[in-house]
């Protein structure tokens, strides 16, 4: 196994891998939805942030990797990503949340029209 502090980069690093992946997601909705531009992409996306979302909920409103991360010494049990601070990370989330609800109400706009 491991050591602690180890275990506990690579968890950030999934994390932060996960973060970036749902944060693109969440830009190529938006982006769908302003331009028309509504594809297989635009469905992977919406897929990736709907399974985001429904695992986040699932677990608590709280990221599954944290209870790993406690196990591994991190303070508090935050997982964080490896370059932002928790304070901005929780600003961010929430400004996600509301930009792929836009974007997803532009796809959903575009597709009715």
């Not at 749902?22 to 992409?41: E, H, Q």
């Not at 196990?71 to 601070?85: M, N, Q, R, S």
Request: proline residues 4%; aromatic residues 12%; glycine residues 8%.
């Amino acid at each position: 196994m491991p050591k602690d502090s180890t275990m506990l980069t690579l968890i950030k690093t999934v994390h932060t891998i996960i973060y970036a992946t749902m944060v693109t997601a969440v830009f190529y909705t938006l982006y769908s939805g302003i331009t028309d531009n509504i594809g297989t992409w635009t469905w992977i996306s919406v897929g990736l942030v709907t399974i985001e979302c429904v695992v986040f909920a699932a677990n608590g409103f709280h990221c599954p990797l944290t209870q790993w991360a406690q196990h591994y010494g991190a303070p508090k049990g935050y997982v964080g990503e490896t370059f932002l601070p928790e304070r901005l990370s929780n600003i961010l989330l929430r400004s996600f949340a509301v930009l792929f609800l836009v974007g997803l109400g532009l796809v959903v706009m575009r597709l009715m029209q």
